[in-house]
């Protein structure tokens, strides 16, 4: 039973690029969160999908945006990179019901 | 708004003792759920334990158990018999249902053969 995947694993930009991170749920999820980590931080929440609509969202400008696809799967877009992107990406699952999040090993995003 | 607050930035802890590591929150929920997720340098955030905020008994999993003190907005975590393998950060976390879950700063812990 595969878990939750993020791909790339690693990403090199350079300010003012923009960005897609993808996210595939634990087989049977149907929520799908994004989390942003800085270095040595816990992670904060960016926002979440739920029958592709955006459902709940952190307090993250608006060159943070979302995509969830019919099959679960979810996209995170960043326009306009900045320096102080640069952090790792978590995705992470759940049932909308309630039960835990599951993460992903998540993305790292260097802006260079 | 929910907080977490993880005042010990760092512990270390012998093979085989027992540690406890540190977390207070504060919520506006009637409902909610506390957490602690382990997280390697492999990156990968682990769930570790759960509890329910309105189960009163304690949650245990294995070698790892929580005190859970809701009046105190206290929620502690014990890792009995400690192994290499659990030298990791980790972090407490809160979250109401299945929406946003807030975490704490972390602490690192080492275990020391």
């Known amino acids: 039973d595969a878990g939750v995947t993020q791909s790339p694993t690693h990403l090199i930009k350079t300010r003012g690029q923009q960005v897609t991170l993808r996210c595939s749920p634990k087989?049977?999820?149907?929520?799908v969160s994004w989390y942003q980590q800085a270095l040595g931080q816990g992670p904060q929440f960016i926002f979440q999908?739920?029958?592709?609509?955006?459902?709940q969202r952190g307090n993250f400008p608006d060159r943070f945006s979302g995509h969830q696809f019919p099959n679960y799967s979810s996209e995170l877009n960043v326009n306009a990179l900045l320096l102080g992107d640069s952090a790792l990406y978590l995705c992470?699952?759940?049932?909308?019901?309630?039960?835990?999040?599951?993460f992903g090993d998540g993305t790292r995003l260097s802006i260079l | 708004a929910q907080t977490v607050t993880q005042s010990q930035p760092e512990m270390s802890v012998q093979e085989a003792e027992t540690v406890t590591l540190s977390c207070t929150y504060d919520?506006?929920?009637?409902?909610?759920?506390l957490f602690w997720y382990k997280q390697p340098p492999s990156r990968q955030m682990i769930l570790v334990i759960r509890q329910e905020a309105y189960k009163q008994q304690n949650a245990t999993e294995n070698r790892f158990s929580v005190n859970f003190q809701k009046a105190a907005k206290s929620f502690s975590l014990k890792i009995s018999d400690s192994q290499l393998g659990d030298t990791a950060m980790y972090f407490c976390?809160?979250?109401?249902?299945?929406?946003?879950?807030?975490f704490g700063k972390g602490t690192k812990l080492s275990v020391i053969p």
């Open positions: 087989s049977g999820h149907d929520t």
């Open positions: 999908y739920y029958e592709e609509e955006e459902r």
């Open positions: 976390a809160s979250g109401a249902g299945s929406y946003q879950l807030t």
């Open positions: 992470a699952s759940s049932l909308v019901e309630g039960g835990p999040q599951h």
């Open positions: 919520t506006s929920e009637n409902n909610y759920y």
